[in-house]
């Protein structure tokens, strides 16, 4: 694909359920970053992989986030017994360093707004 | 990552140069500027980086002062497709990025 995909691109959850968020990378980026977005505020910080690694977990905010890429394309974050708190756009973004390019842009997807009720 | 500082909103003409400015007065020196912005519903887009010198590209200008405290993003014809939440990064590493809360541009008619 030209870009980031996320699915779903909205997600209702009730108090309590597991969910599981899904991003698609572009082709070949080995850097993929999860941001969430509570409304009316900037992005923040999840967590980061390069490849398979999972570098930087430090944005995580409770051990209920969990995020995975196995096989160091497709990403998922799960979040379990979700809260009223987690309510958010979840982004997903990647970036792919060149060599004698350090700070490289990041590519974001649309978003999963979740909504947990 | 150094903290910037952007006001909330402005407001541009349709046609007319948007002015974007953001204080980064705890800047170091080995941290980039970068600009990002933000649709409604949208995903952040990059915009343009720079470390001292002025940038340009097909969307916008960069422009850093002498003493890097303080830069301009330059939108040089605004256009309504350029209403949007508008983000100044400084940043050190070649992981996260550290939004604010930007500056929400509305271009009018």
């Known amino acids: 694909g030209a870009g980031v995909s996320q699915s779903p691109r909205y997600k209702v959850a009730k108090r309590g359920q597991d969910v599981a968020l899904r991003c698609d990378p572009i082709s070949g980026h080995v850097s993929l970053f999860w941001y969430q977005q509570a409304l009316g505020q900037g992005p923040e910080f999840l967590t980061y992989f390069q490849n398979e690694a999972q570098l930087d977990k430090s944005g995580l905010p409770s051990d209920r986030f969990f995020a995975e890429r196995p096989e160091g394309s497709v990403s998922t974050l799960k979040i379990q017994r979700t809260q009223q708190e987690d309510s958010a756009v979840y982004l997903c973004a990647s970036s792919s360093p060149f060599r004698g390019q350090v700070y490289n842009e990041q590519y974001f997807g649309p978003g999963t707004r979740l909504t947990v009720t | 990552d150094a903290k910037t500082t952007q006001p909330p909103s402005m407001d541009c003409a349709e046609g007319r140069a948007a002015n974007l400015p953001c204080n980064h007065s705890?800047?170091?020196?080995?941290?980039?500027v970068y600009w990002y912005r933000q649709i409604h519903s949208q995903g952040p887009q990059y915009i343009i980086h720079?470390?001292?010198n002025n940038e340009t590209n097909e969307m916008a200008s960069l422009i850093i002062t002498e003493d890097r405290k303080s830069s301009t993003l330059i939108l040089p014809h605004a256009t309504l497709r350029d209403t949007a939440v508008y983000y100044c990064i400084v940043r050190r590493t070649a992981s996260k990025l550290t939004f604010g809360t930007g500056t929400r541009l509305q271009v009018t008619l």
């Open positions: 720079g470390l001292k």
């Open positions: 705890t800047i170091s020196g080995n941290e980039y």
